[in-house]
């Protein structure tokens, strides 16, 4: 053994020491505990590599994910800075390479960015926690969560483990630590000063859209960020609502059983679910909405901006609901769910409108 060696392994023992006396203090979330400990979530996991944790290769995301579907039943869970999605399903129609890919299972739907995804862990089972793998950012924050569920196979799982596991299962990893207990905000977005785009050939470009998803490729040809194209586009395209307004269209759609897709961002993942939401509620901060394989948080305070945003399409216009926080970064979107090559529901302008939302 290196003295390097000596010294990641006697850092992540005392790290595991650590831990294991902060949590005699009682139940903490694994990412909380790595926060208390001024340590990424993926270094505190990395230190019980050898016990708990088992290291898995880097270099084959896309096909990591494929084998999830012989495991049959698993839980998706994704973090962003502010909000939590976690969904129930089949990890099915997996397809991409090694830079994005997407997975279009029963009860899973995700746009995986694969260059963000660093590091990649199986870990054991725990009293609180079943059997995982975990993938974390270059940083070491959680990218995405895989979790078994009671209707898992547990054994493909196993299986699936050991056939991506990595040569090196030293304990420890070389991330940096934190220097502060609460998680890095992400870097701004360039200031508007610093951008003097063509509103009115932007404007054109935006009226010109022929399908919403090509949005990406308007904010990237007009050089802007998602926040500076909605305040470039306002009154015409888009308008600024209050940040609580999220919360009364959840509750609205769930009166009237109007289903909704949530887009919930984090980093290097987008993952989709579409259903009609149950009640809302609050526990603390956080806004929840909790149904039969599936759950939602919204960090209530982190919602600095909402925008009601229209988008020229093949089938008309659609309407969308877009949260940030106060860094620009994209929060979460909500749609009312529309059937293939259809206009959206007259039941979603029907709701916007009643809120005010629309004219």
């Not at 990649?120 to 975990?134: G, I, K, N, V």
């Not at 609502?241 to 961002?265: D, K, S």
């Amino acid at each position: 053994m290196t003295e390097t060696d000596a010294r990641r392994s006697q850092q992540a023992q005392r790290l595991v020491e650590r831990y294991a006396a902060l949590r005699r203090d009682g139940p903490i979330a694994q990412h909380q505990a790595a926060r208390r400990l001024g340590v990424s979530e993926a270094a505190l996991v990395a230190a019980h590599v050898g016990t708990r944790a088992r290291r898995l290769q880097t270099g084959r995301f896309c096909d990591l994910m494929g084998g999830l579907e012989a495991a049959g039943k698993l839980r998706a869970f994704s973090r962003g800075p502010s909000v939590t999605i976690e969904n129930d399903g089949v990890y099915r129609k997996v397809s991409g390479n090694e830079h994005v890919a997407q997975v279009l299972g029963e009860g899973i739907d995700l746009r995986l960015f694969l260059r963000r995804w660093r590091y990649a862990y199986a870990l054991t089972d725990r009293d609180e926690e079943r059997p995982s793998l975990q993938i974390f950012d270059q940083r070491g924050d959680a990218v995405h969560k895989v979790f078994v569920t009671e209707e898992s196979d547990t054994a493909a799982f196993s299986k699936l483990c050991d056939a991506f596991a990595a040569e090196d299962q030293r304990p420890g990893e070389d991330i940096a630590a934190r220097d502060s207990p609460g998680p890095k905000p992400p870097a701004p977005k360039p200031s508007d000063a610093k951008r003097a785009p063509d509103r009115a050939a932007f404007l054109e470009a935006w009226g010109a859209l022929e399908d919403p998803h090509d949005f990406v490729f308007l904010l990237r040809d007009h050089g802007v960020s998602r926040t500076q194209a909605l305040k470039l586009a306002s009154p015409e395209w888009t308008r600024s609502v209050p940040p609580e307004t999220y919360r009364a269209v959840i509750e609205r759609a769930a009166a009237q059983e109007l289903c909704l897709m949530f887009f919930v961002y984090g980093p290097g993942v987008l993952q989709i679910h579409s259903d009609v939401p149950g009640q809302l509620t609050e526990n603390g901060a956080w806004v929840e909405l909790r149904d039969p394989g599936f759950g939602l948080s919204i960090h209530d305070p982190s919602v600095a901006e909402a925008w009601l945003v229209r988008k020229p399409g093949p089938n008309g216009v659609i309407h969308s609901l877009e949260l940030f926080d106060a860094a620009g970064e994209t929060m979460a979107l909500m749609f009312s769910k529309r059937r293939p090559n259809q206009p959206e529901p007259t039941g979603w302008r029907e709701l916007l409108r009643a809120l005010d939302l629309i004219d």
